[in-house]
């Protein structure tokens, strides 16, 4: 053939092993090489970006649980109540304690105070060093301390030393804090005052000031506020001491109207009141309703009994509330009838000043420590909302008489408290000025 002479490439078909071969070869490299590159990045500062514990996200950061092994130490506090009938020993007892170690305890506690008088209820502050759970079967968490109030600004701490326990009595040492708290109401005034996490102290005292002049189930509006200014004391670990706190400012502002008050303490008598701008009291002798976030379901004057079926006098108001509602005394007063009286089922009769008498029917249950005889003051907590006796459902009827007279609750034309005058209301307008200042320190009151 001669060189320069042209002929065509005869075309062969090529065998399927090439075919693989052809194709695993480039995509083998293709992984290698990606695995190259992911093991320099994960080496590097980029990793940060993708860590398996922290993805991070333009709206959030989302955190993986600690494992297994990581389990956060337990809470080392619980706090206990004796029960009825308990004592302190057989309380220590239901926490778990072992018997020695009750024994032990017992001893350095009752060196300090008579264990018989520790009332119902006191609550035992129980201390332990933090662990890891769960804990291996049959280990016992030892108690490190023990700690209950005494009264009086004092409180008693039993603690271990190795296998012994000594007990000392000390002074609290307390801190006074003042809060604002503001909201807006809307459905009621306790309700939103729960909501701020007003403690329920606050929130009671400040329904009874304004009990004298407001009714809290008709004239409460939505979007109607309220403010309160109030100090209390804490302990060094942030606790709230267990006396009351004091209510310095309060406003309530009812359809636009702002009704405010502030705290004077008189210096002959150590009475407190609550006194507007011009030094005038808003106390009267009986509150409007005795009861917060109910609806008047019945008012005063003939009706249609709804269980008995025919028309009678209806000599109160009927407020419904679901059961166990709180019901005040809305007087200072004395119970003169307690006890269940036909179709009044569970009631409280209350006798007042100036010939004024309250009745409380349909109650639940009663306020620890009502009996006959017993002084009560306004505001206090004397029963429950229930449906007992002839009722249609949990509610409160509440009737006020005068003489033997019925009158309605909500139409009766108290005279309101005392006025300050002279020497007085000028230490009240003091008083209010540096109340006013401690509130510009830490709120933009105006």
């Known amino acids: 053939m001669h060189p320069l002479e042209y002929h065509p490439l005869e075309y062969k078909p090529v065998s399927v092993r090439l075919r693989v071969f052809l194709l695993v070869v480039p995509l083998a490299v293709a992984i290698g090489v990606g695995l190259s590159i992911w093991g320099l990045l994960s080496n590097s500062s980029a990793h940060n970006l993708f860590s398996e514990d922290s993805i991070e996200t333009h709206q959030k950061t989302y955190k993986k649980p600690a494992s297994p092994q990581n389990k956060p130490p337990s809470p080392n506090r619980r706090t206990i109540r004796v029960k009825n009938g308990e004592g302190i020993t057989n309380t220590l007892l239901r926490a778990g304690i072992p018997h020695q170690e009750v024994h032990n305890i017992v001893q350095a506690i009752g060196e300090h105070l008579q264990l018989r008088k520790i009332p119902v209820g006191q609550p ?31 409180f008693l701490r039993a603690t271990r030393f190795q296998n012994s326990w000594s007990a000392t009595v000390r002074a609290r040492v307390l801190e006074e804090r003042e809060s604002f708290v503001t909201n807006h109401i809307e459905n009621s005034l306790f309700t939103a005052a729960q909501d701020t996490g007003l403690p329920l102290s606050v929130t009671s005292e400040f329904i009874r000031i304004y009990s004298h002049v407001v009714d809290f189930q008709r004239e409460i509006r939505k979007n109607d506020s309220f403010e309160v200014f109030y100090s209390h004391e804490y302990d060094r670990n942030g606790e709230p001491a267990h006396n009351r706190p004091e209510l310095l400012y309060l406003s309530l502002s009812v359809q636009g109207k702002a009704l405010r008050l502030w705290r004077h303490e008189d210096p002959q008598t150590g009475i407190i009141d609550y006194f507007d701008e011009e030094g005038k009291s808003m106390k009267r002798l009986l509150m409007r309703t005795p009861i917060d976030g109910a609806r008047l379901s019945s008012g005063f004057g003939m009706r249609k009994h709804p269980i008995l079926g025919y028309s009678r006098m209806h000599r109160g108001l ?33 006798r007042h000043a100036n010939g004024y008498e309250t009745l409380y029917a349909h109650l639940s249950r009663y306020a620890k420590g009502m009996k006959k005889g017993s002084r009560v003051e306004q505001g206090q907590t004397i029963g429950y909302v229930g449906s007992t006796g002839l009722s249609t459902g949990p509610h409160l009827h509440y009737e006020v008489h005068l003489q033997g007279k019925s009158l309605n609750p909500l139409s009766i034309d108290l005279p309101l408290g005392r006025t300050l005058e002279g020497i007085e209301l000028t230490a009240f307008h003091k008083v209010r000025e540096g109340i006013e200042a401690r509130m510009s320190e830490d709120t933009a009151y105006r």
């Not at 332990?128 to 009264?151: D, K, Q």
């Not at 009286?341 to 209350?350: A, P, R, T, V």
């Open 124 to 154: 035992l502050d129980l201390t332990y060093p933090p662990v890891a759970l769960p804990l291996p079967a049959g280990e016992i968490v030892p108690l490190e301390s023990l700690t209950m109030e005494m009264g009086e600004g004092k």
């Open 318 to 350: 009927d407020f419904a509330a679901p059961t166990g509602t709180p019901i005040y005394a809305s007087g200072n007063g004395v119970v003169t009838r307690i006890g269940r009286n036909s179709g009044y089922g569970k009631m409280i009769e209350l």
